[in-house]
């Protein structure tokens, strides 16, 4: 009897001896406190350094917002957004005011949309009132033209025009002469009528991208209106021309 206890007792501790001997033990053989102890601990430093490092992208962005939007947050739009949107001066945003002094006749447009082009500045409202677009000009005599959503604005008389949507305009293109008249159609070719050295008046069109495709000279008319057909394959230029002293008008079609 003693033997086979002793064998038993002999065989128990040879087990212990075994675990004692076991180089990584899992969270089960791990004490309940002991395992708490072990949790990891974020110091008040590092939380404050996550906490100011956020702040300052946070107002980063928000920097970087107001210089890429500096046109939208001008103290004039900050205070017609804050009168008809957030006071709501009327249930669908009109009446909108006009920005500049005065709109000639002809750069009032309305399909839908409204866009105008004012002494100052072109600009585009939605139906209900809500501003499309904002860009200010430095034309003297500021003539617009639209189809669909493009836009071209032309210093009548004077150098320069600018081409682009209702939402914005591209920078604005120098002419070596006065011009006369221009169009633009819905896919964004457009033309442009100017003074020319040798001729009455010239021709010049354009793809969406800017780039010519076609120029023709007029000799013996003065173009003032041309209109561009919907896939920039022809125009129509109506202009003037004299006969023993008798101002004539003319209609001409030209392909290209």
């Known amino acids: 009897m003693f033997k086979r206890y002793g064998g038993r007792h002999s065989v128990r501790n040879v087990d212990k001896r075994k675990r004692g001997k076991r180089d990584v033990l899992s969270y089960e053989d791990v004490p309940l406190e002991e395992y708490n102890d072990e949790r990891t601990q974020i110091s008040k430093d590092a939380v404050k350094r996550i906490l100011i490092i956020a702040a300052v992208l946070v107002v980063t962005g928000l920097i970087?917002?107001?210089?890429?939007?500096?046109?939208?947050?001008?103290?004039?739009?900050?205070?017609?957004?804050?009168?008809?949107?957030?006071?709501?001066?009327?249930?669908?945003?009109?009446?909108?005011?006009?920005?500049?002094?005065?709109?000639?006749?002809?750069?009032?447009?309305?399909?839908?949309?409204?866009s105008y082009v004012s002494d100052t500045a072109f600009a585009s409202i939605s139906s209900t009132g809500n501003e499309i677009g904002y860009n200010q000009h430095s034309f003297s005599s500021p003539v617009m033209e639209t189809a669909a959503d493009k836009v071209i604005i032309y210093n009548l008389g004077g150098n320069g025009y600018v081409v682009g949507t209702k939402d914005k305009l591209k920078d604005i293109k120098d002419t070596d002469n006065y011009v006369i008249t221009a169009d633009i159609n819905s896919r964004g070719d457009y033309c442009v009528v100017t003074q020319t050295?040798?001729?009455?008046?010239?021709?010049?069109?354009?793809?969406?991208?800017?780039?010519?495709?076609?120029?023709?000279?007029?000799?013996?008319?003065?173009?003032?209106?041309?209109?561009?057909?919907?896939?920039?394959?022809?125009?129509?230029?109506?202009?003037?021309?004299?006969?023993?002293?008798?101002?004539?008008?003319?209609?001409?079609?030209?392909?290209?």
Do not use: Q
């Open 64 to 114: 970087i917002f107001a210089v890429a939007n500096r046109d939208a947050l001008s103290p004039d739009k900050l205070g017609h957004w804050f009168k008809y949107d957030v006071l709501g001066s009327s249930d669908d945003g009109f009446p909108a005011e006009i920005i500049g002094s005065n709109v000639s006749i002809g750069n009032f447009k309305c399909d839908g949309d409204i």
């Open 197 to 256: 050295d040798g001729y009455l008046s010239k021709l010049h069109v354009f793809n969406s991208e800017g780039e010519k495709i076609y120029a023709y000279s007029f000799a013996d008319y003065y173009i003032n209106s041309v209109s561009l057909n919907p896939n920039g394959t022809g125009c129509v230029a109506c202009g003037v021309a004299g006969d023993n002293g008798s101002l004539l008008g003319i209609e001409t079609a030209y392909g290209f």
